[in-house]
């Protein structure tokens, strides 16, 4: 079978299964942005070289991405979509898999599904109508109500028109059986993994925290993009938290404009135990979350409805326990309070999620746990040999 899959944030998990796919001698065509800053990005050309049946393509702007812009990015981002379309239309599939894509360059995607007749099936990673509409009301209630209700008919039209749609959590059934009704066959779960061959769990004491002088200091280590569904403003109170303790610090990798500005209010208040880097590159992401302690993440309050941190799933690989500000009706809340992967504060409180990080800090032995269960966890559920049965099932059903 020729099967494109397509994965707009290039993340690691996708080309992993890029690859599980080639190897079970389907020819597949993975396709990514070269325009977006995802984590864990790292040398796919490089990863496709002993797997002739994969082929890898880079789709690039001629221009730098205007991310803030809302005008000039949709242009941007439909511009994206023809040109992906025309590489895809080129490979003449069977079957084209879509995930993480901005909504407008969805459109064409679709669109040269049905004009080659492949396949389609929408991989469905956020709400991104429902994530628009919400982040878009902060600024201006009108402009949300307006521009969310535009992107609300975009996505459920595509919803409807997919051959087959993939979700990541039982959350968005009631979303997706509201717009394409109850049809259930074409409709299904799978949930999100990390590649646990590019993540084993290593020592603190490594090469990255030798260089960084971490190997001896507390690290609670943030790793992934600051973007507007995040609240920055909670590791700044978790380093005022610490402020007094020596041999604490708070990481922070990323970049973009969210990591810039972090940066500049760290600077300002003199908080000079919270400490930025780049992404760094894949080899040495597993080393940078094992330099770790504890691993975060933040996610807004009304984000929790569109959006599942799936860089959560990475963290438990590193086996380290995890401390979430986050929504506990989040899937990922629900899975790492079931598990006890690790604490969970309310999203948005700022004083509840410095105490979780207190408690964390003072309990070495349920730190110690918490990290067990997690890699236990990654171990369990992350085997990509079962991940690609699922998928190849799936895909058998809508051909």
Same mark, same amino acid.
């Given at each position: 079978m020729r099967i494109a899959l397509h994965d707009y944030g290039g993340y690691a998990f996708t080309v992993q299964l890029a690859r599980e796919l080639a190897r079970r001698k389907h020819q597949v065509l993975y396709l990514y942005s070269a325009s977006t800053?995802?984590?864990?990005?790292?040398?796919?050309?490089?990863?496709?070289?002993? *797997?002739?049946?994969?082929?890898?393509?880079?789709?690039?702007?001629?221009?730098? #991405?205007?991310?803030?812009?809302?005008?000039? +990015?949709? #242009?941007?981002?439909?511009?994206?979509? +023809?040109?992906?379309?025309?590489?895809?239309?080129?490979?003449?599939?069977?079957?084209?898999?879509?995930?993480?894509?901005? @909504?407008?360059?969805?459109?064409?995607?679709?669109? !040269?599904?049905?004009?080659?007749?492949? +396949?389609?099936? #929408?991989?469905?990673?956020?709400?991104?109508? $429902?994530?628009?509409?919400?982040?878009?009301?902060?600024?201006?209630?009108?402009?949300?109500? $307006?521009?969310?209700?535009?992107?609300?008919?975009?996505? +459920?039209? *595509?919803?409807?028109?997919?051959?087959? !749609? @993939?979700?990541?959590?039982?959350?968005?059934? &009631?979303?997706?059986h509201r717009w394409r009704g109850q049809d259930s066959q074409s409709v299904r779960v799978?949930?999100?993994?990390?590649?646990?061959?590019?993540?084993?769990?290593? &020592?603190?004491?490594?090469?990255?925290?030798?260089?960084?002088? *971490?190997?001896?200091? #507390?690290?609670?280590?943030?790793?992934?993009?600051?973007?507007l569904k995040h609240n920055p403003e909670l590791l700044l109170a978790l380093a005022g938290e610490f402020s007094s303790e020596r041999d604490v610090q708070v990481g922070v990798i990323s970049a973009g404009a969210g990591a810039q500005q972090l940066q500049t209010e760290a600077l300002r208040r003199g908080a000079n135990n919270l400490v930025t880097w780049d992404f760094q590159p894949i080899q040495r992401v597993k080393e940078t979350l094992a330099s770790a302690d504890v691993l975060t993440a933040i996610l807004n309050p009304d984000a929790a409805s569109f959006s599942v941190p799936s860089k959560v799933l990475t963290y438990f690989c590193a086996g380290r326990p995890v401390l979430l500000s986050i929504s506990p009706q989040n899937a990922i809340a629900r899975l790492v309070s079931q598990e006890k992967l690790g604490l969970i504060a309310p999203a948005g409180d700022a004083p509840a999620y410095c105490t979780a990080a207190r408690t964390l800090f003072h309990a070495p032995e349920l730190r110690s746990e918490m990290g067990q269960n997690a890699r236990q966890y990654a171990e369990k559920h992350f085997n990509i040999q079962a991940i690609g049965d699922s998928f190849e099932d799936f895909i058998g059903t809508t051909v």
């Open positions: 800053q995802a984590v864990q990005r790292g040398d796919y050309h490089a990863a496709a070289q002993d *797997l002739p049946q994969l082929e890898i393509c880079t789709i690039s702007l001629d221009k730098p #991405f205007e991310k803030y812009n809302l005008i000039q +990015r949709r #242009f941007q981002e439909a511009e994206y979509g +023809r040109r992906a379309a025309e590489a895809i239309a080129a490979f003449r599939p069977g079957v084209i898999l879509s995930a993480n894509t901005p @909504l407008d360059a969805q459109v064409h995607i679709l669109k !040269i599904a049905k004009r080659t007749r492949a +396949r389609f099936i #929408f991989w469905v990673q956020d709400l991104i109508s $429902v994530a628009t509409r919400q982040i878009l009301s902060k600024r201006s209630p009108w402009l949300g109500k $307006v521009v969310g209700a535009v992107y609300s008919r975009v996505e +459920r039209r *595509l919803i409807q028109e997919s051959d087959g !749609i @993939l979700v990541i959590a039982d959350d968005f059934l &009631p979303t997706i799978i949930p999100n993994w990390a590649p646990l061959e590019d993540f084993p769990a290593l &020592p603190k004491r490594n090469p990255w925290s030798i260089e960084n002088d *971490l190997q001896d200091k #507390f690290l609670f280590l943030y790793s992934g993009i600051l973007g």
